[in-house]
T-cell receptor, first 117, second 113 residues
């Protein structure tokens, strides 16, 4: 139980374009979703926390207008990287918690490798 | 906010030996401490967790200890195997509500056959 699906797993886009990443909880209702960014050989850096139906809370230093987060339902959150640049290339991963948080902790999606060329 | 420190950053052990990874946290309100294993290019997988109302938890070859007074917790892997090689992250959070998780910096464990 407590499966989180994330798509796409890999994406290559041109500089200046936007990319949308989806995170879905498949068998539970995700009241809260977290979006992380991970650089090679580094830890997970929290970008923002999103609660269903409300605006996301961004961590200090994360541009709200660049990383648009939408959590419109209890099973879906999206991260849109707008006007992507090469420095946005990274591994993005979501995590969800919900009614099974006490049993399964924070369940991670499979991650998205974004490469901006 | 919470700050989690993790040591060592890299750890090499011979197959069959034990591995210990240590973490400290700063927020005394934190009461849930999960440990994750992440293989290259893959998602972190929860391997064990501990809550502040217990001092130790064991699951086969993996154990975690927690010292609330000192605000530190450790991961112990016994009889290490090559498939244990990965990056391990500790984390701390307040269970329930919308509390975010703070991760340690990670430990790259290499088990040498």
């Amino acid at each position: 139980g407590a499966v989180v699906s994330q798509h796409p797993s890999r994406v290559i886009c041109k500089s200046g374009t936007s990319v949308k990443i989806e995170c879905r909880s498949l068998d539970f209702q995700a009241t809260t979703m977290f979006w992380y960014r991970q650089f090679p050989k580094k830890s997970l850096m929290l970008m923002a926390t999103s609660n269903e139906g409300s605006k996301a809370t961004y961590e200090q230093g994360v541009e709200k207008d660049k990383f648009l987060i939408n959590h419109a339902s209890l099973t879906l959150s999206t991260l849109t990287v707008t006007s992507a640049h090469p420095e946005d290339s990274s591994f993005y991963i979501c995590s969800a918690r919900g009614d099974r948080a006490l049993l399964y902790g924070y369940t991670f999606g499979s991650g998205t490798r974004l490469t901006v060329v | 906010g919470e700050n989690v420190e993790q040591h060592p950053s890299t750890l090499s052990v011979q197959e069959g030996d034990s591995a210990v990874i240590k973490c400290t946290y700063s927020d005394s309100a934190s009461n849930y401490f999960p440990w994750y294993k992440q293989e290259l290019g893959k998602r972190p997988q929860l391997i064990i967790d501990i809550r502040s109302n217990v001092g130790e938890k064991k699951d086969q070859r993996i154990a975690v200890t927690l010292n609330k007074t000192a605000k530190h917790f450790s991961l112990h892997i016994t009889e290490t195997q090559p498939e244990d090689s990965a990056v391990y992250f500790c984390a701390a959070t307040i269970s329930g509500g919308y509390q975010k998780v703070t991760f340690g910096t990670g430990t790259k464990l290499q088990v040498i056959p």
